[in-house]
């Protein structure tokens, strides 16, 4: 059996993950899927899922820890099937997956059916299937219910989570743009080392993408022009050079960052963490220190 896009070729998903907050080369992550429409939501499901940042909370209450994504797997689900399954598939534009570092954007081909409009999609509303045969599949395998509830279960479930409300936009092709935590209080450590031109933000919970990005981890990542070292127990960086906003955030993000201090002395505004004296650690005070 062949695959759809040798009739359609435009009728793949094009995911890409930037570590900025726009469109740059060089694309870290790129993929182009192929197949069914439950391949193409599959696949581009678990490449934005590997990207985020993941929690995983302690079995207090179950055998099994639970885990929780910074954007919920249903969220990520509903705008890829909604683009899917309601795409224009006679345009030459394929669908495009890209989270950037604040933000997860789902673009599709086409418009929205009358009578929607964009403050409809916020309000109850009825079901139009711009593929109503499509549409029709896909609900048989439980993956729409044809309700027209799955933009108000997006926005009900990013406010839940303490993150904004989903954007949509329609103006030559349909988007939808789901805030990332970074926007909701999560720690964004930035230094002066960091790209001027892509706005380079790295995170605690980024997941490695090639190997100089999975250097990060164990201390061997050379960030900028000079010779920053970003993992455990590893980490060098000025704290003059991290911006305020870095002191402002709540987390334990850059605890544990070595500072070489002239005389040892405590930077303002940070206290020395409890570890053995074999090196000079500092925190910011209002974290818990390690």
């Given at each position: 059996?062949?695959?759809?896009?040798?009739?359609?070729?435009?009728?793949e998903v094009k995911c890409a993950h930037f570590h900025g907050t726009r469109v740059a080369k060089p694309?870290?992550?790129?993929?182009?899927?192929?197949?069914?429409?439950?391949?193409?939501?599959?696949?581009?499901?678990?490449?934005?899922?590997?990207?985020?940042?993941?929690?995983?909370?302690?079995?207090?209450?179950?055998?099994?820890?639970?885990?929780?994504?910074?954007?919920?797997?249903?969220?990520?689900?509903?705008?890829?099937?909604?683009?899917?399954?309601?795409?224009?598939?006679?345009?030459?534009?394929?669908?495009?997956?890209?989270?950037?570092?604040?933000?997860?954007?789902?673009?599709?081909?086409?418009?929205?059916?009358?009578?929607?409009?964009?403050?409809?999609?916020?309000?109850?509303?009825?079901?139009?299937?711009?593929?109503?045969?499509?549409?029709?599949a896909m609900y048989l395998v439980k993956y729409i219910e044809q309700m027209g509830t799955g933009t108000?279960?997006?926005?009900?479930?990013?406010?839940?989570?303490?993150?904004?409300?989903?954007?949509?936009?329609?103006?030559?092709?349909?988007?939808?743009?789901?805030?990332?935590?970074?926007?909701?209080?999560?720690?964004?450590?930035?230094?002066?080392?960091?790209?001027?031109?892509?706005?380079?933000?790295?995170?605690?919970?980024?997941?490695?993408?090639?190997?100089?990005?999975?250097?990060?981890?164990?201390?061997?990542?050379?960030?900028?022009?000079?010779?920053?070292?970003?993992?455990?127990?590893?980490?060098?960086?000025?704290?003059?050079?991290?911006?305020?906003?870095?002191?402002?955030?709540?987390?334990?993000?850059?605890?544990?960052?070595?500072?070489?201090?002239?005389?040892?002395?405590?930077p303002a505004g940070w206290v020395r963490s409890r570890r053995p004296a074999s090196s000079t650690r500092?925190?910011?005070?209002?974290?818990?220190?390690?």
């Open positions: 059996m062949g695959l759809p896009q040798r009739f359609l070729i435009s009728s694309i870290p992550s790129h993929q182009v899927y192929k197949g069914t429409v439950f391949e193409l939501v599959d696949h581009a499901v678990d490449f934005v899922l590997s990207k985020i940042a993941l929690s995983v909370g302690t079995r207090a209450e179950s055998v099994q820890a639970p885990v929780a994504y910074e954007i919920s797997k249903e969220v990520v689900t509903e705008a890829i099937v909604n683009a899917v399954a309601h795409r224009d598939y006679t345009s030459d534009a394929s669908v495009q997956v890209m989270l950037f570092a604040d933000r997860l954007e789902v673009w599709n081909p086409g418009a929205l059916p009358p009578p929607l409009t964009l403050d409809k999609l916020r309000v109850p509303h009825e079901s139009v299937p711009g593929n109503p045969l499509l549409a029709r108000l279960d997006m926005i009900e479930r990013c406010v839940g989570a303490g993150l904004r409300e989903p954007d949509f936009e329609a103006a030559g092709r349909f988007v939808t743009r789901i805030r990332r935590a970074a926007l909701a209080g999560q720690p964004v450590v930035f230094t002066d080392r960091d790209d001027v031109r892509s706005k380079t933000k790295w995170k605690a919970d980024s997941q490695p993408e090639s190997r100089r990005e999975s250097q990060l981890g164990v201390g061997a990542a050379r960030v900028g022009v000079g010779a920053a070292r970003v993992g455990v127990g590893a980490a060098r960086v000025d704290p003059a050079r991290v911006t305020a906003r870095a002191a402002e955030d709540e987390g334990a993000w850059a605890i544990g960052w070595r500072a070489p201090v002239e005389g040892g002395a405590c500092w925190s910011v005070g209002s974290w818990p220190t390690v």
